[in-house]
């Protein structure tokens, strides 16, 4: 049995991540470490907030104290750090807090594995870190050996962590891994992303804002198949070593927008053409195939499978982004906990 902390279990990939790692591994303990910013949602984790083998602390990674209080009471057998600020367009607003958090943060929780008897640490990290790929060259992709070369102030601050846990385990001797994966999509993404946004604007008749021209191009892999990699990796990787993550998915924006407002049965004249994104990644795509041939894993879902299972799970699940839109989750907490 296994005692795992996962930051940022409240946001999107590392609520899916709870939610497949509890029943997967039923004998293992989970305990969920998430400050609670904007971008969680404690609502998220209802479905196993009763789960005995599960344990939620409301806790900001960069509070080194409570970090190591909670290592001190948890003894932790492993860390797979989620937590992180994770939307583009608010690091080029306010690029600080990514700094604190992505930066400052996975060092506090990498120096609290290290107090605490040379803890497995996983860090959780992106396609983004590689820069981006040009349009008009289909044949080049992103591998592990790609140089880092970062756009966004959030890229940067990513990269910044990759290149700290790297040190850290050259330094120290922390046995790390770290997985840089593609554009997630699924159930509990936050409504600021391109996908979810597109879902509930479209159920609202609100328009439908697309960067630019819409040709910049992201490769998208459903949630789940990002879990199980993650998975594979903490029990099965090598330490030391980087694992891209991607599905060979590569959609352009504009047809993945046209293609949700199809399957909704909306009109395209809700699309309306914005302002771009200030230096905009053009193109993502990922060559995973180290973790295929090291690990066997390979995306399970297809994207016509996948995007329809997620336009399913907002239909059915719209008091849960309703309550984001309206601001109302930011009072789950209170409500949850507020008499316990
Ligand atoms: P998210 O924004 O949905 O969730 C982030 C979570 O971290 C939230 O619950 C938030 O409350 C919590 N958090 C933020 N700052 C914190 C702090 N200081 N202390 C504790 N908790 C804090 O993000 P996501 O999309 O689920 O991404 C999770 C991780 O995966 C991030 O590290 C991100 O860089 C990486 N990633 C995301 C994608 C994607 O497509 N979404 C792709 C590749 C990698
Ligand atoms: P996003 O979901 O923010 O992910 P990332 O920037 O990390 O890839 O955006 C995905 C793509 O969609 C990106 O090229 C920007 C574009 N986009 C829009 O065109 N309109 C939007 O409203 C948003 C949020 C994103």
Redesign the pocket.
């Known amino acids: 049995m296994m005692t795992i902390i996962v930051?940022?279990?409240?946001?999107?990939?590392?609520?899916n991540f709870i939610h497949y790692y509890l029943s997967a591994h039923p004998e293992d303990r989970v305990i969920c470490?998430?400050?609670?910013?904007y971008?969680?949602?404690l609502s998220t984790l209802a479905p196993v907030m009763d789960n005995p083998n599960f344990r939620f602390c409301k806790?900001?990674?960069?509070d080194r104290e409570g970090v190591f209080a909670l290592f001190e009471e948890e003894k932790p057998d492993a860390v797979i750090?989620?937590?992180?600020?994770?939307?583009v367009d608010r690091s080029i607003e306010n690029p600080e807090i990514f700094l604190?958090?992505?930066i400052i943060?996975t060092a506090t929780m990498m120096d609290a594995c290290r107090a605490f008897g040379n803890v497995r640490y996983h860090q959780?990290?992106?396609?983004e870190v590689y820069g981006d790929l040009p349009l008009d060259r289909p044949d080049l992709f992103f591998t592990e050996t790609t140089p880092i070369h970062t756009s966004s102030p959030y890229s940067s601050s990513?990269a910044g962590a990759d290149l700290l846990v790297q040190a850290y385990q050259r330094t120290y001797g922390l046995p790390i891994t770290i997985s840089r994966?593609?554009?997630?999509y699924g159930p509990y993404?936050?409504p600021e992303?391109l996908i979810p946004l597109m879902i509930a604007n479209c159920l609202n008749n609100k328009p439908l804002p697309v960067y630019g021209e819409g040709l910049n191009v992201r490769d998208w892999l459903y949630v789940e198949d990002h879990c199980k990699a993650i998975d594979l990796i903490l029990h099965k990787g090598r330490i030391g070593e980087v694992y891209n993550v991607g599905g060979h998915n590569e959609m352009r924006n504009i047809d993945i927008v046209k293609l949700i407002i199809h399957e909704l049965g909306k009109d395209e004249s809700l699309i309306t053409y914005v302002t771009d994104r200030k230096g905009h990644d053009l193109r993502y795509a990922i060559d995973p195939t180290k973790i295929h041939e090291e690990l066997g894993w390979f995306p399970e879902t297809k994207f016509q499978d996948g995007i329809k299972k997620t336009i399913k799970w907002y239909l059915e699940n719209r008091q849960w982004w309703e309550e984001i839109i309206s601001g109302e989750y930011q009072n789950y907490y209170e409500k949850m906990y507020g008499n316990r």
């Open positions: 930051t940022g279990g409240a946001g999107f990939i590392g609520g470490v998430d400050k609670l910013t971008a969680g949602n806790l900001d990674i960069c750090n989620f937590a992180a600020e994770s939307h604190q958090t992505n943060g959780v990290s992106t396609d990513k994966c593609s554009n997630n993404h936050f992303k």
